[in-house]
């Protein structure tokens, strides 16, 4: 059974900083892509980044871009998402997903990503 637990997560001001991390257990992360994903109240689930299991190759929301990392640590089988210049509409639950297939070089589309953890509070204040 895929475990997954975030961590990390909040109450910041506008333009502040948080890192979630994701842990897997290592059978769970070792060759998968990971995603984190959020959901706000009354909105569907949406993207926010992706990275191959290598590292190699990372992928991002435009609502993201240049303000989230996402990276990951194969050793501690742990993935990280820091998000600076936090604003309001970042406000969210923040979740991690396995890609459904293994081993690719590339990150996949959103829809590849399942097995969702639990997620992890994030509120950015105005």
Known sequence: QVQLVASGGGLVQTGGSLRLSCAASERTFVGYAMGWFRQAPGKDREFVAAISWNGGSTAYADSVKNR???????????????????????????????????????????ADFGSWGQGTQVTVSS
């Open 68 to 110: 989230f990392t996402i990276s990951r640590d194969n050793a501690k089988n742990t993935v990280y998402l820091q998000m600076n210049s936090l604003k309001p509409e970042d406000t969210a639950v923040y979740h991690c997903a396995l890609d459904k297939l293994r081993w690719r070089a590339v990150v996949g589309p959103p």
